[in-house]
């Protein structure tokens, strides 16, 4: 086989095939990369994006497959050899060390750590002098605990390029970040294009992909469907050729809600200074029949919000009302009870029990329903949840090789499926929903608005928190915007004026 044609490719994978058992998650696909281009892999949850990088990465051995490197025949058999041939990796679920600060995790497994002794002072300098160069702003001594998304995975690209890496493997790195954040890492990305390194991005929203992209690659089923330069394509182009079908716009109606309310806060304050972990003075009514969508960038007390809704934290003042009563205990278990459902925003943390099967995912919190125990959580029912649990893959089009399959080995977007259909199917009163469709692919996205929305036009009253402005306007009857722990203002969700509330997330 002919390899390298073309002079500057750095990176060639060819008829990979990956099989785990008998699920084909990637399947003869072949995909270069050119010295200093941005490849962006597309396709929806599931695809075979992350597999194929972990097989680069020497994470996983493919079933089948060759991989070049500068023209080379290698056998990329751990993650060491990988950096060894210049080859760095930031995940989907970062992989940092909690226990260590910022510093030791940077340094892990140098390989010219090889004595006993490492020249820590020589090696904070060169690190220093990396995040100058990047503008990967962080604190070396603190521990990664301390750190948010957005600095973790500063320090993520850092490691890699501490390392020394040619290509960087970016999985979904936007996926969390703030737009602002986002900014920031557009702007490394293309520092480094420009000295020649070359990036491997993966994301699944349209507009980042079609401003960063030099060619685009794209996957279905674990195979490639076509790489394409990225020229005059649109988001629609993309979206078509990644599902593989043509999607129809959606168009919401928007509800006037004059059902009753099924929870008030009333000037509710937590932790009031802290800026952006707070609340402050806040009062908010959900009634049942709307959604009620909080717009704000991430981290001005959205979080704190849900964790108060949902049960999590108890107020310093203020109370809240939980259809028609007031809350005296604030704990999640009675949240449950109340028939509160909960989208949370760390799905990893707080979402799935990763060791785990999906079908016991499913029914995590319904265990006592007669449906699958005699009544009390013992005695499960196998067959009554397996054949549930079949029924929800069907409907949340879930895609997994079997319900029993292990959570954790399940895609990305496909855990979130998970979640959601567990939390959706409780038909619940009130829903409290952070970052619904982060990391969602479109096909799924759109499922997921029109389920909220089913649920909705039921009789649930739904809190979404999202960071995504777009799927705010998009699916809220009314829009709340928070800044700095405090509501600023309150809008219709119909022909919301789109400059006011950008001004007011700004605290304007
Ligand atoms: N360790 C594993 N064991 C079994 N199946 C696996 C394992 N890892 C991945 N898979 C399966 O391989 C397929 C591809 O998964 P992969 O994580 O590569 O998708 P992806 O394109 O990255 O999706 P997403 O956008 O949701 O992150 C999925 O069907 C997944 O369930
Ligand atoms: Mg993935």
Do not use: W
Request: overall charge negative; proline content about 2%.
């Amino acid at each position: 086989m002919a390899v390298d044609k073309a002079a500057d490719q750095i990176l060639r994978m060819e008829h990979i095939t990956k099989q785990f058992g008998s699920v084909y998650a990637n399947r003869n696909i072949t995909f270069d990369v050119r010295a200093g281009e941005v490849h962006t892999l597309l396709g929806e949850n599931g695809a075979g994006k992350s597999t194929l990088m972990n097989v680069l990465f020497g994470l996983y051995q493919p079933t089948a497959g060759d991989i070049y490197v500068r023209g080379q025949k290698v056998k990329i058999e751990s993650p060491a050899q990988a950096v060894k041939l210049g080859i760095g990796m930031v995940h989907q679920h970062f992989m940092l060390v909690e226990a260590m600060t910022v510093f030791e995790n940077i340094i892990l497994g140098d390989t010219r750590s090889a004595g006993i002794f490492i020249d820590r002072n020589a090696r904070r300098k060169e690190i220093l002098e990396l995040s100058q160069k990047y503008g990967l702003d962080v604190d070396l001594d603190l521990p990664v605990t301390e750190l948010a998304v957005g600095a973790q995975q500063r320090v993520e690209i850092l490691k890699a390029l501490y390392r020394g890496c040619d290509v960087l493997v970016l999985d979904e790195p936007t996926a969390a970040l703030t737009d602002v954040e986002v900014e920031g890492l557009f702007e490394i990305m293309n520092k480094l294009r420009s000295e020649g390194k070359s990036i491997i991005f993966i994301s699944h929203k349209m507009r980042e992909v079609l401003r960063v992209s030099d060619r685009i690659t794209i996957l279905r089923a674990g195979e490639t469907v076509v790489t394409v330069d990225i020229g005059e394509l649109t988001g629609e182009d993309l979206a078509t050729m990644m599902i593989g079908r043509q999607l129809v716009r959606s168009q919401y109606t928007k509800a006037e809600s004059k059902e009753e309310i099924v929870a008030v806060l009333d000037h509710v304050s937590y932790h009031k200074n802290s800026k952006h972990n707070g609340l402050n003075d806040v009062s908010v009514n959900i009634r049942r029949g709307e959604i009620v969508g909080i717009a704000g960038v991430d981290g001005n007390g959205q979080s704190q919000l849900a964790m108060l809704l949902t049960g999590n934290i108890a107020p310093d003042e203020g109370s809240m009302e939980l259809k028609n009563s007031k809350v005296a205990v604030f704990d999640p278990n009675a949240f449950i009870q109340e028939n509160v459902a909960h989208i949370p925003e760390d799905r990893n943390k707080s979402g799935l029990v990763g060791n785990m099967s999906v079908a016991d995912n499913l029914v995590l919190k319904i265990t006592k329903d007669k449906r699958f125990s005699d009544g009390n959580g013992f005695h499960l029912k196998k067959k009554a949840i397996r054949s549930y649990a079949l029924e929800m893959k069907e409907k949340y089009d879930i895609r997994c090789s079997s319900v029993d399959q292990e959570a954790r080995n399940l895609s990305g977007g496909n855990q979130q499926k998970v979640i959601l259909a567990r939390e959706l199917e409780a038909a619940p009163d009130l829903l409290i929903a952070v970052h619904p469709t982060r990391g969602l692919d479109i096909g799924a996205t759109r499922f997921i608005h029109d389920t909220v929305i089913a649920q909705r036009d039921i009789g649930a009253g739904v809190l979404l928190i999202s960071a995504d402005f777009d799927e705010i306007l998009e699916v809220s009857d009314r829009i709340l915007v928070m800044f700095e722990g405090k509501i600023m203002g309150e809008y219709s969700g119909k022909n919301p004026p789109i400059d006011e509330i950008s001004l007011a997330m700004a605290g304007k």
